[in-house]
């Protein structure tokens, strides 16, 4: 440790080439958003488009339909097969996949460099020609019923989290799960997933990310020539989604479940994400969740796992890229011999602690500096970076937002964080889950 | 539309690797030696560690001692407890990370340029002088007992758990490697100093590096990091017998999905036909959404989301495994499915075309592995354990492009044995 003294603050002085200076970004004349990372090291390009629509914006009623029709994406279009387009990547010697979340849907390619032109071919045919029978519905619905099966029936920790997240929201959709509820699923026609392609498939809700070993120049002219040529959807709402009302009771659940035999604690409030061009508070959460839980050294790790010994694991979370208000979460597992009531005073306990003693600079410094290390690292995973532009034009913010994160993150200041604490981080306001088995069973643990 | 897919399918040629990609050898002056490939164009090294053995070295009785010890490496070291050790990590923005598997203990590092001395300095700390504190083993104790704790009612550790018991019986591969509560429990300080002098030792170390640092400056680095570390460690432990036999076991558990892992014997990496049986299984199971499981499981009749066959070629045994996963009511028609694939391979062979469409697929796929500084530098790490040579990323595709139609359906008919498949189900399977 002695030998490590002051290095934190001498090193990065000389900043090298930061991982934004690889990025270059257009629109095309219908709307679509166009992203270009450049790395050159190797003949490998990532083909991504985004769309900014996800489960958040599906009808009440039809929840999982965001899902389902990613599923049926790769269904054929008129002029594709079902399962040719996998099919296609895969005999050029790519991998291929998609994804959807909350706010946005996406839909990639990992292929040799030379195979763009006929990923973005493929990829504009299905963004408005996709064509679908009755008979592949039923059968893709079997294969996402089986896969939430796998993701949450099999999982009393997943099953915990959908019942948290009801109850941390009331109002908005961010409290149904991205994959549907059970009912509703089972539920979900042809043309539930059509009416949800219809209206937010469309070059101008979409983004266009292109990373790898291709130059921003050809990138326009091949987006011009498969994408560009799509009408946009001229009936595109603004994203306008309820909001939560005050909360005015904090929640408490106990989730039982007898496949449950390490029993922990999750402790969820509401918290403000990262706004376009204001993206401060969200820079201090970012901080303080690493500083509260971010791993071996952190504020909770020290008091409950260090000191007291109360908790084999303790973490602090904040995903601040949302497009609505997001959460600010804690989780605890308590050690042998250790309640969860004991567990969750120690950890109230410890955040008034918190509250009192503020932030130690080092912890803030070192915090910071792997911050700063991090824009080295980054340069080494374009899809990573690829991800992080996507996810962030998806959620509301702007290619000058993602670009002015590492400094605005910079920028916290300890009364930035305390701050930001104690605007979100109010017991009245706390939504807690417990989770364990049945107490008749539960003879571990407790 | 499929006239141009066609076209770009013929044209498919090997693609260059990495334009800068050039392994070299280093030997240190006091012997140890690694891969390089110098990349300065990041100001920063992925270092890959590897000693063989593994797990398997725990000794008899103490089931976890190695999976233990490897995770209290970085919970202090010298004159650094946990904290601290982590702290310096932290203000060097370095990251190691140490992992224990069956055969092999596993540290990957990645450090800045700048503050490179400050990082490999305390690297070399966490492998040479570990402190093992009581206070750190009964934390971490308590840590790796949570997590078997949870894989007790985890429906996927259980089959793992089964089958591996199952296929190997005594040997180490016959339990898993993070040992049992009991045998956690029971470990005591000196259980972990001899885990760490058994598998850390300079007779069965691999390493390599990739990134910001020259040949000159990593032999001297070399012997820094590693050179204080033992001449010899534990004997290797002995080949596997597997004992598995065809069939079906059914654990029962309550959970609305079942979960299957199956398998039976598989191939030696270093078997002539490895290549062809490496090319079959991903027309089987192996390939993604093509394979024929995949096909036939979940897109022809929705009985899975996912479904997948892999080769596991082990340091003293091969498998040839799957997995699935199906509602009760489903799973066993998803066995079914899976058995009768197998058994048409066996009997009937591949196309022609599922042939050039694998090919395809690996070799095309083959260059996109190398994506990053760690990527090239584990690809690297696991050709020296695999004994490949150093010329072996040139000549891969070559060897893939040599499998024929012949090679594969008659490695399909000696490999694949339907009915000695074995499957263990965790669930309440109906029909089973």
Not at chain 1, 11 to 37: C, H, K, S, W, Y
Not at chain 2, 22 to 41: H, K, N, Q, Y
Request: charged share 25%; net charge negative; hydrophobic share 45%.
């Amino acid at each position: 440790m002695r030998f490590l003294a002051g290095v934190a603050t001498l090193v990065m002085a000389a900043l090298p080439l930061r991982a934004e200076d690889m990025v270059t970004d257009f629109r095309l004349e219908n709307g679509m958003q166009v992203v270009v990372i450049e790395d050159h090291r190797a003949p490998v390009v990532m083909h991504m488009v985004w769309y900014r629509a996800g489960a958040a914006d599906e009808t009440p009623g039809v929840s999982g339909v965001a899902h389902f029709l990613e599923h049926l994406l790769f269904k054929g279009t008129e002029t594709l097969e079902p399962g040719e387009f996998s099919a296609t990547v895969a005999a050029n010697g790519g991998r291929d996949n998609a994804f959807t979340s909350y706010d946005y849907t996406a839909y990639f390619q990992r292929i040799a460099a030379d195979r763009l032109e006929l990923m973005m071919q493929m990829e504009s045919d299905r963004m408005v020609n996709l064509q679908l029978d009755e008979k592949d519905i039923l059968t893709e619905r079997d294969v996402i019923i089986e896969e939430r099966n796998q993701r949450v029936e099999n999982s009393p920790a997943a099953l915990m989290r959908e019942q948290l997240d009801a109850a941390q929201y009331l109002n908005h959709r961010y409290g149904v799960p991205i994959i549907g509820w059970r009912h509703e699923m089972e539920a979900l026609s042809l043309e539930d997933a059509l009416a949800y392609y219809r209206q937010y498939y469309a070059p101008n809700n979409a983004i266009l990310v292109v990373a790898g070993d291709v130059e921003p120049a050809a990138v326009r002219t091949f987006a011009e020539t498969y994408y560009g040529v799509i009408p946009p959807n001229p009936e595109l709402e603004p994203r306008v989604r309820p909001t939560e009302p005050p909360q005015t009771a904090a929640r408490r659940m106990v989730f039982e479940d007898p496949r449950v035999a390490q029993p922990y604690l999750r402790r969820s409030y509401l918290a403000p994400e990262r706004d376009a061009g204001d993206q401060e508070t969200a820079a201090a959460l970012t901080i303080l969740a690493e500083i509260l839980g971010g791993g071996t050294t952190s504020f909770l790790a020290e008091k409950l796992q260090f000191d007291a010994q109360l908790a084999v694991y303790t973490g602090a979370w904040y995903r601040g890229t949302s497009f609505d208000d997001t959460t600010f979460e804690f989780v605890v597992v308590p050690a042998e011999g250790v309640s969860l009531a004991e567990a969750e005073a120690a950890m109230d306990q410890a955040m008034k602690d918190f509250m009192a003693d503020g932030v130690d600079p080092a912890q803030l410094e070192r915090i910071k500096m792997q911050l700063r290390a991090s824009q080295i690292y980054a340069r080494d995973d374009v899809e990573r970076l690829a991800n992080r532009y996507g996810r962030a034009l998806a959620s509301g913010l702007t290619i000058e937002d993602v670009k002015a994160w590492p400094d605005v993150l910079q920028a916290v200041t300890e009364e930035d964080i305390l701050r930001a604490a104690e605007a979100v981080l109010d017991l009245d306001t706390s939504v807690t889950g417990w989770l364990r088995a049945p107490q008749a069973d539960a003879e571990v643990g407790q | 539309m499929m006239r141009f897919v066609l076209t770009c399918v013929l044209v498919l040629a090997a693609l260059p690797l990495r334009a800068g990609v050039e392994i070299r050898e280093v030997t240190s002056p006091g012997g140890i030696t690694a891969w390089l490939v110098e990349e300065p164009s990041i100001p920063f090294v992925a270092l890959e560690i590897r000693f063989r053995g593994g797990a398997s070295l725990d000794a008899p009785g103490k089931r976890g001692a190695i999976n233990l010890m490897t995770g209290l490496l970085e919970e202090g070291a010298g004159d650094l407890d946990a904290r601290g050790f982590a702290r310096a990590a932290e203000s060097l923005a370095a990251s190691f990370s140490y992992s224990a598997g069956d055969d092999t203990v596993s540290i990957s590092a990645r450090f800045l340029t700048e503050n490179r001395d400050q990082a490999l300095d305390l690297l070399r700390l966490s492998l040479v002088e570990p402190a093992f504190s009581q206070k750190a083993i009964d934390r971490v104790r308590g840590q790796v007992i949570s997590g078997l704790r949870s894989d007790e009612k985890d429906p996927n550790a259980i089959a793992g758990r089964t089958f591996k018991a199952l296929a190997f019986g005594d040997h180490p591969y016959g339990s898993p490697s993070n040992g049992t509560i009991e045998s956690v429990s029971a470990l005591t300080r000196e259980d972990i100093v001899a885990a760490h002098k058994a598998a850390l030792a300079r007779d069965r170390l691999y390493v390599a590096a990739v990134g910001d640092i020259t040949e000159a400056e990593l032999g001297p680095m070399l012997d820094r990091l590693l050179g204080d570390l033992p001449e010899t460690g534990a004997p290797m432990p002995g080949d596997a017998e597997l004992s598995l036999e065809g069939g079906v076991e059914v654990v029962a558990f309550d959970t609305p999905q079942s979960v299957a892992h199956f398998g039976h014997a598989g191939i030696d990496r270093h078997d002539e036909d490895f290549f062809a049986a490496y090319v079959m299984n991903v027309i089987l199971g192996g390939g993604g959404f093509e394979s024929r499981l995949m096909t036939e499981v979940r897109e022809k009749r929705g009985l899975t989301y996912g479904v997948y066959s892999y080769l596991a070629p082990k340091d003293r045994a091969a498998l040839y495994l799957g997995s699935v996963a199906s509602a009760n009511d489903r799973i066993a028609e998803a066995i079914s499915v899976i058995r009768d694939e197998w058994r048409r391979l066996a009997q009937e062979g591949v196309t022609q075309d599922e042939l050039e469409k694998a090919k395809a697929l690996l070799t095309g796929a083959y260059p996109l592995r190398f994506d990053g500084n760690g990527a090239i530098a584990r690809i690297m790490v696991g050709m020296q354990m695999d004994d490949l040579p150093i010329d072996y990323i040139a000549t891969r595709n070559d060897k893939v492009n040599a499998v024929t139609r012949e090679d594969v359906n008659r490695v399909a008919a000696e490999l694949l044995d339907p009915d000695g498949l074995h499957f263990v189900v965790v669930g309440k399977p109906e029909g089973l």
